[in-house]
């Protein structure tokens, strides 16, 4: 019978620290040497692709957290950038430093762990899960503030003087970690689905379908149409200013060419007469008799 060579050749496959696998033969694994029966080779426990993309994540997040703190310290050390919308890029890098300092690294711990299950208990899950939506939604909102700070800049230049730009950058600042709070919070506060689950040790975003519709809107889709169309009214207000400016270099001017010819040399004179006058010459002898005719004018 198949059962007894089954529950034999389990437990001696577990005592060597090998993978159980099906065999016919009782201490034979499938594949195996006649001479190598039971003595299964020690396998290493992650393969050389697996050792190369951790690395390249490792390295990943290193140069992440280095960079953002990178353009903290320096708006920071610089005064010349305490001013708006270094503020703004201050909070977006902010945001990106908290990414990488706590919501990469236990990611990465995550995808390592066998299965993906998360070893780590309930409480760090919610601290992971909330900083995990709290700062991407963050960073996502603050390049949405940058965008109206640019397009406010373009279309109300005169009325949007430093300190209407101050106020309102500090008040955009506010409202984009405030939502970005409720929607990180809102599966704690308001119980709107649950992030772990003990009995198969897994950490996720509340999968409830009505805090799905909520937290993609309010975190994506919103930030995003708002980015397109300030955008494309940048773009369209760029593109007016530029069209009148080019009508306005193309139009003629209020001046006249007049062309002279000396009566001995066949040399050119131009006078544009405009706002100052602008004079044109070839011979030295032109010009003074010029400026002596001048001269006799004005006396």
Not at 112 to 133: E, K, M, N, P, T
Request: glycine share 6%; aromatic share 10%; proline share 6%.
């Amino acid at each position: 019978m198949e059962a007894p060579s089954l529950s034999a050749a389990t437990p001696s496959a577990a005592l060597l620290g090998a993978p159980e696998t099906y065999s016919p033969t009782p201490g034979r694994g499938i594949g195996s040497a006649p001479g190598d029966a039971g003595l299964p080779g020690p396998e290493p426990p992650y393969s050389v692709f697996t050792v190369l993309v951790v690395t390249l994540l490792v390295l990943l997040i290193a140069a992440t957290f280095l960079w953002n703190l990178l353009v903290l310290v320096t708006i920071l050390r610089v005064r010349a950038f305490h001013r708006v919308p270094h503020n703004l890029v201050a909070s977006t890098a902010v945001s990106d430093v908290l990414v990488a300092a706590l919501v990469m690294p236990l990611s990465l711990m995550r995808e390592l762990s066998a299965g993906r299950r998360w070893q780590l208990g309930r409480s760090l899950c919610h601290v992971w899960i909330c900083f995990d939506v709290l700062c991407c939604t963050a960073s996502i909102w603050n390049v949405a503030a940058i965008a109206l700070d640019r397009y406010w800049t373009i279309t109300h230049h005169l009325q949007y003087t430093l300190r209407t730009r101050r106020r309102a950058s500090a008040l955009m600042i506010a409202l984009t970690w405030a939502l970005s709070a409720l929607i990180a919070l809102a599966p704690l506060l308001f119980s709107w689905g649950e992030v772990y689950d003990a009995g198969l040790q897994r950490c996720q975003v509340s999968q409830e379908p009505s805090y799905a519709v909520f937290s993609t809107c309010g975190a994506f889709y919103l930030p995003l149409g708002v980015v397109l169309f300030v955008y494309w009214k940048i773009y369209k207000a760029a593109k007016f200013r530029f069209g009148r400016r080019r009508r306005r270099a193309v139009l003629p001017l209020p001046a006249t060419v007049e062309v002279k010819e000396t009566p001995h040399e066949a040399e050119m004179l131009f006078t544009a007469r405009c706002q100052p006058a602008v004079t044109f010459q070839a011979n030295g002898d032109f010009w003074r008799e010029q400026k002596e005719k001048r001269a006799a004018m004005m006396g």
